[in-house]
């Protein structure tokens, strides 16, 4: 069993839909949350970073995490063709992982106008 | 574009040979990472540097080895290559140490091993 699963979809919505994204984790030493949006041929570029329970909202993009279900979602509101690509959870437990990240399949994600 | 940069862009080589990629950060970042994204294992952490030591350490094969120079760029030596070596590798770069530095990812090396 993989530490972090995410559905790779694809998910395919029509344009001023509300995405949802999600991610479970079996390791509670997880600490930190993070979401990486990944366009085609491009390297993952940090949309959202968390440490808390609880929501965290930044324009249309707000990430949920529940550390006692060990859960963690991002919803994209009124999402636009523009949003297309492929989304990852990122996980760090902190301390002397440092940097580390343990990243999720990746979720595809198509915006059709 | 992030500020860092990768080379080459892509990679063809046979089975058994070894090939090097290189990273060069974003200006004033001390901290280099290495990741290996493919279909199947998706993006795996390799390895992180700071200031030219090894910080922490993912599933990296022993045929791997990367290093981190005076100048802050960074090389990821792979040898004996296999066909599931085959991916795409990518170096980012983050100011500092800890997990709360943002890791900025360069454009990526595309290894094709035949």
């Known amino acids: 069993q993989k530490e972090v699963e995410q559905d790779p979809g694809p998910l395919s919505v029509p344009e001023g839909a509300i995405v949802s994204l999600n991610c479970t984790y079996s390791n509670s030493a997880f600490q930190y949350f993070m979401w990486y949006r990944q366009y085609s041929r491009k390297g993952p570029e940090l949309l959202m970073y968390t440490y808390s329970s609880g929501n965290k909202e930044d324009g249309r993009f707000t990430a949920q995490v529940d550390k006692s279900s060990k859960y963690i979602s991002l919803f994209i509101r009124d999402s636009q063709p523009s949003d297309s690509a492929t989304y990852l959870c990122?996980?760090?437990?902190?301390?002397?992982?440092?940097?580390?990240?343990?990243f999720g399949q990746g979720t595809i994600l198509t915006v059709h106008p | 574009d992030s500020g860092v940069t990768q080379t080459p862009k892509h990679l063809i080589t046979a089975t058994g040979q070894r090939v090097t990629l290189r990273c060069s950060p974003r200006s004033g970042d001390l901290s280099v990472y290495w990741y290996q994204q493919s279909l199947d294992q998706g993006l795996q952490f390799l390895i992180q540097?700071?200031?030219?030591?090894?910080?922490a350490k993912g599933n990296i094969l022993e045929r791997f080895s990367a290093q981190q120079f005076p100048d802050l760029h960074s090389e990821l030596n792979l040898s004996s290559l296999e066909l599931g070596d085959s991916a795409l590798y990518f170096c980012a770069s983050s100011v500092g140490i800890t997990n709360t530095d943002t890791q900025y990812f360069g454009p990526g090396t595309r290894l094709t091993v035949l």
């Open positions: 540097y700071y200031n030219g030591e090894e910080r």
């Open positions: 990122a996980l760090n437990a902190g301390g002397t992982s440092y940097g580390k990240l343990t």
